[in-house]
């Protein structure tokens, strides 16, 4: 059987170990668990659910909604460095024409 490539970490998840194989750093593979560990129980603690399942999904959810913000935000951010840039470009061929 051949072996696949990458760190292997243990992390803990809402109370359960998982075994995570990935080309990060273990340190890296730790933070993204603590993460997704402490989306979960603040999910947990907003919810009347005790569903591992639906806990995840729910968290889930709310990484995505982190994600999507965070994309959106780079988008506006790159738009707006661009027009600044366009502007500087601007100013310059006209203090140089």
Known sequence: MEEKAGNVTRVKIFDQVYTIRGAQDEDSIQRLA??????MREVARGTATVDTVRVAVLAAL??????YQMKRKL???DKSIGQKALQCVSVLDQLLA
Do not use: P
């Open 75 to 77: 988008t506006e951010t």
């Open 62 to 67: 709310n990484i995505a909604d982190d994600y």
């Open 34 to 39: 603590e993460y997704v560990d402490q989306k």
